[in-house]
């Protein structure tokens, strides 16, 4: 009986032992995953300013995008009235030209 007892607790100690180091490898692998996820969560606050910044920078970009196409219609605009002024004068001098040719 003694013997059956001894194997008993011998078997009862190798499973115990086996399960000890599979409690050992779990936390060893639950602290390797945590290190990970806090490096990954770095990251992603990381992405998320640059993002962020980015966003900022691109609304800036538009502003003076739409600034600058304002700029440009307004100078078409005063190009155009210079224009618009300098064919009627060329129009009156050649109308004059012609008056002059015609005496």
């Given at each position: 009986?003694?013997?059956?007892?001894?194997?008993?607790?011998?078997?009862?100690?190798?499973?115990?032992?086996g399960l000890h180091q599979?409690?050992?490898?779990?936390?060893?692998?639950?602290?390797?995953?945590?290190?990970?996820?806090?490096?990954?969560?770095s990251a992603l606050n990381?992405?998320?300013?640059?993002?962020?910044?980015?966003?900022?920078?691109?609304?800036?970009a538009k502003l003076e995008?739409?600034?600058?196409?304002?700029?440009?219609?307004?100078?078409?605009?005063?190009?155009?009235?210079?224009?618009?002024?300098?064919?009627?004068?060329?129009?009156?001098?050649?109308?004059?030209?012609?008056?002059?040719?015609?005496?």
């Amino acid at each position: 009986m003694t013997e059956q007892i001894q194997k008993s607790i011998t078997l009862l100690r190798t499973k115990f032992m086996g399960l000890h180091q599979n409690l050992v490898s779990a936390k060893e692998q639950i602290a390797a995953l945590s290190l990970e996820n806090e490096k990954l969560k770095s990251a992603l606050n990381n992405v998320e300013e640059s993002r962020t910044l980015l966003e900022a920078d691109l609304e800036k970009a538009k502003l003076e995008v739409v600034a600058a196409n304002k700029q440009v219609v307004n100078s078409s605009l005063v190009s155009q009235g210079r224009n618009n002024e300098q064919i009627d004068e060329l129009v009156k001098e050649i109308e004059n030209c012609i008056a002059s040719l015609k005496k």
